[in-house]
């Protein structure tokens, strides 16, 4: 069963991958303000950085904090260089690192907790639903970075959770895997087809009926 905790984690890799390939096109082009909801790679990275510390370490235990004006008004004197955006990243993610795993549970993530929606309405919902709210955030996001890349003409890194967990990296899978290979261990074996479905799944005559006019002739 997949969880929240889970995703959380696939979204951590994920940010750090596309933050780690827009940092190599070097901070000119890292700040650069392209036209997105957050303009630049930059300015995306670092709202992400303080939306992920509003949930983890506010929403998530429960106390409905007003968000913080950081959120959308990204700080124009700090964070100047592409290492002081890296380590605000590393640092927001060691704080969901130091909760998570005790976290990933049914029993606690059922437990209360907050999202607010504004100063004049916190909402009360459950943990799995305030990391629920961190995770789409991201992949809006994320989604806009990975545009941007490509309109650069840079190949972003891979989304493709079954490629990168199920599989394990591994790609194309192996043919055990297949639909009807072995399935998780067992064989999967095609239905047995009756005459009846035989002929139901015979494939038309390509053959052209013959002229009326050529047939008179040949039998005269």
């Not at 592409?82 to 909760?99: C, F, N, P, S, T």
């Not at 990933?104 to 919902?125: D, I």
Request: with cysteine.
């Amino acid at each position: 069963m997949v969880t929240t905790i889970d995703l959380m984690d696939f979204v951590h890799e994920l940010r750090e991958e596309f933050f780690e390939c827009a940092a190599g096109l070097g901070w000119e082009e890292f700040s650069k303000d392209r036209g997105t909801s957050m303009l630049s790679f930059r300015d995306v990275f670092l709202h992400l950085a303080y939306v992920e510390e509003q949930h983890v370490t506010e929403f998530c235990e429960g106390r409905p904090t007003p968000w913080m004006a950081e959120v959308m008004k990204i700080p124009k004197d700090r964070f100047l260089t592409i290492e002081a955006v890296r380590e605000r990243l590393q640092k927001v993610r060691a704080m969901g690192d130091e909760r998570f795993p005790g976290w990933n549970t049914p029993e606690e993530l059922a437990k209360p907790a907050v999202w607010v929606a504004s100063k004049k309405y916190p909402l009360k919902l459950t943990r799995d639903s305030a990391l629920a709210q961190c995770l789409t955030e991201h992949l809006l996001h994320l989604g806009e970075v990975e545009a941007m890349l490509w309109q650069m003409d840079v190949e972003p890194p891979s989304t493709f959770w079954i490629m990168r967990r199920v599989l394990r990296g591994k790609w194309p899978p192996p043919k055990e895997l297949l639909y009807m290979g072995k399935v998780l261990g067992g064989e999967r074996k095609a239905p047995r087809r009756t005459p009846r479905d035989r002929g139901a799944r015979r494939r038309p005559s390509r053959r052209k009926p013959a002229r009326p006019g050529r047939a008179a002739s040949a039998s005269g």
